[in-house]
């Protein structure tokens, strides 16, 4: 058994390395369509679900980001996972979660509301640092999906602008799934315009992050101007959702 386990452990590790050098390319190829520099995309792999070995597998691949959606699981990987990783939370963060994400990430994708993006503030001016945030922008309108509205956009980063110890990045945004991606480009050009606005209206914040396309639509959104790209099934193939 040991040995039938070493060789499918072998094995996923060279599918993960050939699928991130595949998405790499294809970044290469959605940036060089429309002028952009590759190297100003970022490629982070979403690691929901997957164990410790295939996250260590992406690394020794190249991938140097990796986005988690839970707290507990992203905290208990931080221990089994002995690679210097730069660790996101991409997912929907509960204000009575967030003392275990400040200051353990290098970016928090999901800020949604006012009373959440004070409660990291505070937070961080205990710790006495400036938390990297990104407001995540519900763009298609979806029940589903978490994010201010983006005609809320002006009104939310004035309130921001009070709370001294986030640093706010850009914007981030989840498409609808669509069986063609060109149906949600729509999507990610118009984070991309309100994000324009946004920095005319408000120099205090840089907002030059852009995290926005996942699997199915991540070439679409790198010809849109995304700045981080969050990819699990085309890197890790389908989830093992017992994460085992």
Known sequence: MK??????????AK????????????????????GRDPSSVRLLA?????????????YEAGIRLV???????MTSKMQEVEVPLEWHFIGHLQRNKV??????VALIHSIDSLRLAEEISDRAGVLEIKQPVLVQVNVSSEESKYGIDPSDAA?????????????????STIAPLA???????????????????????????TLDE?????????????EEGSTLVRIGTAIFGPANVSGS
């Not at 991130?20 to 959605?30: E, L, T």
């Not at 003392?99 to 353990?104: A, D, F, H, L, Y």
């Not at 009104?155 to 914007?171: A, I």
Request: charged share 35%.
């Open 179 to 205: 069986k063609d991606s060109e149906e949600v480009r729509w999507v990610f050009r118009e984070l991309r315009e309100l994000e324009i606005d946004l920095r005319k209206s408000f120099p205090k914040f």
């Open 99 to 104: 003392k275990q994400v400040v200051g353990r």
């Open 15 to 34: 599918l993960i390395k050939e699928n991130v050098q595949d998405v790499f390319c294809r970044i290469k190829g959605a940036a060089a369509r429309v």
């Open 155 to 171: 009104e939310f980063f004035s309130s921001l602008q009070r709370l001294d110890n986030l640093e706010v990045l850009g914007l």
């Open 46 to 58: 979403a690691t929901k679900n997957r164990n410790a070995k295939e996250v260590k597998a992406a």
């Open 3 to 12: 040995e039938k386990y070493s060789s499918e452990s072998k094995d996923k």
């Open 67 to 73: 986005g988690e959606n839970r707290v507990q699981e």
């Open 210 to 222: 852009l995290s926005m396309g996942m699997t199915s639509d991540f070439e679409v959104a790198v």
